[in-house]
């Protein structure tokens, strides 16, 4: 049976395995899909929740392989990350490319 500090210790690595996306809408995905499972899962008992749980782990594991990935191709920041004000380069500048957005060269 598991216990309710493994249980909690879990939510906190889904929770920051999560964190790791680069991309806003993968981040945000995960997180809610993380907390609606973990809401689900709360009220289960016996051999559902330790099924429950080994899902969760497994999760775990392939939220690391994903943000890991991730990580290798970052993005520009989406709208809901930047401060109003804020001027972001787009993709194209930070990566010093001879061409616009539209495939035209500068």
């Given at each position: 049976?598991?216990?309710?500090?493994?249980?909690?210790?879990?939510?906190r690595q889904l929770l920051r395995a999560a964190r790791g996306f680069t991309?806003?809408?993968f981040r945000d995905y995960a997180l809610r899909h993380i907390r609606d499972d973990?809401?689900?899962a709360s009220t289960?008992?016996?051999e559902k929740a330790q099924?429950?749980?080994r899902h969760g782990k497994t999760q775990l594991e392939m939220l690391k392989r994903q943000s890991a990935i991730s990580a290798m191709f970052p993005t520009g920041k989406h709208s809901m990350e930047?401060?109003?004000g804020e001027v972001?380069?787009?993709?194209?500048e930070e990566s010093g490319s001879r061409f616009d957005e539209f495939g035209?060269?500068?």
């Open positions: 049976m598991t216990s309710r500090a493994l249980n909690v210790a879990l939510y991309n806003y809408n973990v809401r689900a289960l008992e016996g099924a429950a749980y930047v401060a109003v972001v380069p787009t993709v194209h035209a060269k500068k």
